[in-house]
T-cell receptor, first 109, second 113 residues
Framework: DAKTTQPTSMDCAEGRAANLPCNHS???????VYWYRQIHSQGPQYIIH???NNETNEMASLIITEDRKSSTLILPHATLRDTAVYYC??????????FGTGTRLLVSP | ETGVTQSPTHLIKTRGQQVTLRCSSQ?????VSWYQQALGQGPQFIFQ???????GRGNFPPRFSGLQFPNYSSELNVNALELDDSALYLC????????????FGPGTRLLVL
């Protein structure tokens, strides 16, 4: 079973920041927080991951709370192409990714 | 750098038949994982191959089998197809066994009639 809880769906206006929350209250010390997204019928795309420090790359920022029980993925300026299902996954990096049902983000004009 | 590729993109089979799906891993990656994604669900782990050996398996029956070749490409074989095997089959590659990001291919859409 997935160890994360995410809202089923979210809406965002184009050009605004999209903030996608994730709860992972049972995360272990050796587990990282990974984010993937899946645009309709395509393979999941890796976005970003982190352990306990905030992380930023060209796609997004990841904010992890100090107790590591929750995190937020931030897309700073959402575009229509960011419409996708976003998966938050806790992962040791060993073997399998366990996907939940993710958050369906709809970016509208 | 070449990404993960999968073939074919789409496939239609009938119940009871056998199917082979193929995956070429990203350059420099020696680990391949396979996932099944039913409509409306998240991907489910089938198994993983590391240096031609199976390295973990999810809750799938033995009629799901795989191979990894010396060039680290991989095959997923499914025997005695059932209607519920209709799904998107995803392959992901990574560069090692420990804390390595998995990168996914575009998937193969299998329809079993």
């Amino acid at each position: 079973d997935a160890k994360t809880t995410q809202p089923t769906s979210m809406d965002c206006a184009e050009g605004r920041a999209a903030n996608l929350p994730c709860n992972h209250s049972t995360i272990s010390g050796n587990e990282y927080v990974y984010w993937y997204r899946q645009i309709h019928s395509q393979g999941p795309q890796y976005i970003i991951h982190g352990l306990k420090n905030n992380e930023t790359n060209e796609m997004a920022s990841l904010i992890i709370t100090e107790d590591r029980k929750s995190s937020t993925l931030i897309l700073p300026h959402a575009t229509l192409r960011d419409t996708a299902v976003y998966y938050c996954i806790v992962y040791t990096g060993f073997q399998k990714l366990v996907f939940g049902t993710g958050t369906r983000l709809l970016v509208s004009p | 750098e070449t990404g993960v590729t999968q073939s074919p993109t789409h496939l239609i089979k009938t119940r009871g038949q056998q199917v082979t799906l193929r995956c070429s891993s990203q350059s420099g990656h020696n680990t391949v994982s396979w996932y099944q994604q039913a409509l409306g669900q998240g991907p489910q782990f089938i198994f993983q191959y590391y240096r031609e050996e199976e390295n973990g398996r999810g809750n799938f029956p033995p009629r799901f089998s795989g191979l990894q070749f010396p060039n680290y490409s991989s095959e997923l074989n499914v025997n005695a197809l059932e209607l519920d095997d209709s799904a998107l089959y995803l392959c992901a590659s990574s560069s090692g066994l420990r804390r390595e990001t998995q990168y996914f291919g575009p998937g193969t859409r299998l329809l079993v009639l």
